[in-house]
């Protein structure tokens, strides 16, 4: 079924540890993204890409990194958490060759804890 | 950049009631303004949308209006019922492959029994 994945669903570490958040999406979509959440707030935008080999910031600050090497894969890596990285990460995709108007389909979201 | 206001952040209803949740935006150039509903602990959704073409549009009980001169746009959610409850995020965003939406700050919706 096609769908987007996020691993791990649950993260607790420790402060000053590097970390790669996973997602997947079998949707055939070019245009994936990354939300930073806490539950049930604002969404705000830290990271997207149109396709492969290609990354923009987003409008929140964000001291994490993005790569895509692969169209459906969209790794997220924070190379030393701290505990204001504590939060959810949400990863969405879209559809770029349907439209203009792009439906965006979320994951299920990683909740990251840092101590 | 555009920037998306969203009022109110939290609306309590009784069931049967109707709801409204409305946002302003600043760019004149977005044309495109879906709604999401996140339930709690699980993923954003897309309801429904507006194009910049249509004034208004309307899906079984909620409905969506679009006023382009003033840049405002409103989610109504008529005889709500408990599965309403959850948070809904209006987003505005322009034309193009190229281009990405921005999110308001989130209304909680809550519906009293």
């Known amino acids: 079924e096609a769908d987007i994945y996020q691993t791990p669903r649950y993260l607790v570490i420790g402060t000053g540890k590097k970390i790669t958040l996973e997602c997947s999406q079998t949707m055939g979509h070019d245009k994936m993204y990354w939300y930073q959440q806490d539950p049930g707030m604002e969404l705000h935008l830290i990271h997207y890409?149109?396709?492969?080999?290609?990354?923009e910031k987003g409008d929140l600050s964000s001291e994490s990194t993005v790569s895509r090497i692969r169209t459906e894969h969209f790794p997220l890596t924070l190379e030393s958490a701290r505990p204001s990285h504590t939060s959810q990460y949400l990863c969405a995709s879209s559809d770029r060759t349907s439209g203009p108007y792009n439906e965006q389909f979320f994951g299920p979201g990683t909740r990251l804890t840092v101590l | 950049g555009e920037n998306v206001e969203q009022h109110p952040s939290t609306l309590s209803v009784q069931e049967g009631d109707s709801a409204v949740i409305k946002c302003t935006y600043s760019d004149s150039a977005s044309n495109y303004f879906p709604w999401y509903k996140q339930e709690l602990g699980k993923r954003p959704q897309l309801i429904i949308d507006?194009?910049?073409?249509?004034g208004e549009k309307k899906d079984q009980r909620i409905a969506v209006t679009l006023n382009k001169t003033a840049k405002h746009f409103s989610l109504h959610i008529t005889e709500t019922q408990p599965e309403d409850s959850a948070v809904y995020f209006c987003?505005?965003?322009?034309?193009?492959?190229?281009?990405?939406?921005?999110f308001g700050s989130g209304t909680r919706l809550s519906i009293r029994p």
């Open positions: 987003a505005a965003g322009g034309r193009g492959s190229a281009s990405k939406i921005i």
């Open positions: 507006i194009r910049s073409n249509v």
């Open positions: 890409s149109y396709g492969v080999n290609s990354t």
